[in-house]
């Protein structure tokens, strides 16, 4: 399975980006799908995902209620709409796919995840 994230790039804070991970090849029928971030200095970190078997989605205390994860079965795509966006926010975004619905307290974890983007900077500056 490849990844392809797009959809970053230079925003004011307070304002929205809307993130695109499209995925080719192989097609799996039941995954859980993440997006993970990686801001300068810091260690990689769970933002938000959706299972896909029912729909559920799971986010970080810090995106909660600011960012929507949803994804579109027919076109194998999914998407992270992020608004009232803060400086740090700022990060490289990667979107990733794990083989299967994975229980609530394995989808916040990195080793989850079975195929991985490569990723999409989102910056917030004034």
């Known amino acids: 399975v490849q990844l392809q994230a797009s959809g970053g790039g230079l925003v004011q804070p307070g304002g929205s980006l809307k993130l695109s991970c499209g995925a080719s090849?192989?097609?799996?029928?039941?995954?859980?799908t993440g997006w993970f971030r990686q801001a300068p200095g810091k260690e990689r970190e769970f933002v938000a995902a959706i299972r896909w078997g029912d729909n559920n989605r799971f986010y970080s205390d810090s995106v909660k209620g600011r960012f929507t994860v949803s994804r579109d079965s027919a076109a194998n795509t999914m998407y992270l709409l992020m608004n009232s966006l803060k400086e740090e926010d700022t990060a490289v975004y990667y979107c990733?796919?794990?083989?299967?619905?994975?229980?609530?307290?394995?989808?916040?974890?990195?080793?989850?995840?079975?195929?991985w983007g490569q990723g999409t900077l989102v910056t917030v500056s004034s």
């Open positions: 990733a796919v794990a083989r299967g619905n994975k229980i609530a307290g394995l989808i916040r974890n990195r080793g989850t995840y079975d195929f």
């Open positions: 090849g192989r097609t799996l029928s039941a995954i859980t």
